[in-house]
């Protein structure tokens, strides 16, 4: 299994979903600032990314990896939140899906009590490339778990499940802002930290970009800080 151990921004929009630029302008962006891996994650569902066009977009981003090759990193993902995929599990394109490099999953945090991990677990077996949870409040989440373990459960969830975990540089939650500027730094982020580090969770960062005039470098960088702190000793994944 691959590892984050290098400086990456594995969290892009483009043109081919809500975003301003072209994928080939997030990569250059990527290597003028020395990004080392770079990944273009847009929307899938019916109103961006569909079964129709995703093979187009993902043999466009392959082009662009190969262009690429002797500079960067690039990974060819796509962002799908859980409400979508919960409607529509029986009816995606698995073949396709399983041959992107990722795809981050949007909205667990927001999925009502009702709807049980184990079934979620399932969803997501049908899933076979990497996948990670974009810009998750895991202590939101976990408060809808506290008869059940609260944050202890959801991390155990995360870590069986094989998910990577993304810090995520643009999102306005507590616990990335606290992760981004070490004196709002709390004990429920510590905790959430230190739960990761201890069951080896995967790592991520991701600037959510949707516009390169939105683009922040130092939270970037800060982010992959911490980032390549947890993820010491894990194994080598997208470098």
Known sequence: MPDFNCFMDLHNHT?????????????????EHQVEAVGVSDHFDNYSLGNDNLKIYMNHINVLKSEHINSIKVFTG???????LLKNYSTLPYKLLNQLDFILI????????????????EILKLIKCSKGL????LLKW??????KGGLDYVLDFIEQ????WEI???????????ILNPRRMDENTEAVLQGIAKRKIHVSVGSDTHSLVQYNYE?????NEVAKKLNVGIGNRWC
């Open 15 to 31: 043109i081919w979903s809500d975003g301003a630029d072209t994928p080939e302008e997030i990569i250059m962006n990527a290597i």
């Open 78 to 84: 796509i962002e799908i939140s859980f409400v979508y």
């Open 106 to 121: 949007e909205h667990l945090d927001y999925i009502p009590q009702s709807v049980k991990l184990e079934y979620v677990a």
């Open 134 to 137: 974009a810009h998750t409040d």
């Open 142 to 147: 976990a408060d809808n778990y506290k008869d």
């Open 161 to 164: 499940s094989n998910l990577f």
């Open 168 to 178: 995520n540089t643009d999102s306005a939650y507590d616990i990335f802002l606290n």
């Open 219 to 223: 939270r970037l960088k800060t982010a």
